[in-house]
């Protein structure tokens, strides 16, 4: 399930968004008033700004012998910096920082990328731990980029991944809808949490890709108190198991037509 070979890079890597979030206990000074200081650090590489108020659900509390007490909770301010061309996106609450790639090359440019964000983070902000740092990879295999319509998810993606979609006796056609979602503790104290299976894809109100791709949604993450000195070290680990995942995932064919390179 899990591959054992050495990491590559793709030519034509199939990835739509890559999110690296590092969760921490609530500094409420980053809600509280405008991250001025941090903007200052970062803002060479992520000159645009937006402010985003994040709607929590309502908090619905019971009460014996009357209907349950529903209080609708205060938003949350989302700080938004962006790259001139979008490509990367920092977000910072009061709970979290992430950093978002729609246009991601390989890991080493994307850790770059969170190298000063994270660390002016964590000059300024001081937090005390992480209690969670994940990594989510949101893959998009497009049999017609890659000019392999002519051949079945069998026969590019491994059956484990496919469920029923492997049977050898059900035309692929014959689906309306197949797919899996998977919790499974891996090694290091990581989690993986995965949806795999065809759909359509859209961006923002844009429909118009008619086209089924394969979506294969890694989310692997290490929880606990992870001490701020090993966020890096731990970002190292979730990324080789999601690379393991991603390369168990997919047949020697997509990975060929990937254009695998050492």
Not at 103 to 113: G, I, K, L, N, V
Not at 138 to 144: F, G, M, Q, V
Not at 240 to 248: L, M, P, S, V, W
Request: overall charge negative.
């Amino acid at each position: 399930m899990f591959s054992q070979e050495e990491r590559c890079r793709y030519e034509h890597p199939q990835v739509m968004d890559v999110i690296c979030q590092l969760r921490f206990p609530t500094i409420l000074a980053i809600g509280a008033r405008e991250p001025v200081d941090f903007q200052e650090e970062i803002r060479a590489v992520f000159p645009n700004y937006l402010l985003r108020q994040d709607r929590l659900p309502a908090k619905v509390t019971a009460v014996p012998g009357q209907p349950p007490k529903v209080e609708q909770q205060k938003p949350i301010a989302n700080h938004q910096f962006a790259t001139q061309d979008g490509k990367y996106r920092i977000n910072l609450s009061q709970n979290f920082i992430s950093l978002t790639c729609s246009a991601y090359t390989c890991w080493e440019d994307f850790a770059a990328m969170l190298d000063k964000p994270l660390a002016s983070f964590i000059k300024i902000y001081q937090p005390a731990f992480f209690e969670r740092v994940g990594l989510r990879y949101l893959n998009a295999i497009s049999r017609r980029d890659l000019g392999l319509e002519h051949l079945s998810w069998k026969e590019l993606i491994e059956p484990a991944y496919l469920g029923l979609l492997s049977s050898e006796d059900v035309p692929e056609q014959a689906f309306t809808q197949c797919s899996q979602q998977v919790e499974m503790a891996l090694p290091h104290g990581c989690r993986l949490k995965l949806h795999a299976g065809p759909g359509l894809v859209k961006r923002g109100q844009d429909t118009s890709d008619k086209e089924v791709k394969m979506i294969l949604d890694l989310d692997v993450s290490m929880g606990g108190n992870v001490p701020v000195n090993a966020a890096a070290a731990s970002m190292q680990t979730i990324h080789d198991h999601a690379g393991r995942i991603f390369r168990g995932a997919i047949t020697d064919t997509l990975h060929e037509a990937m254009g695998a390179e050492g």
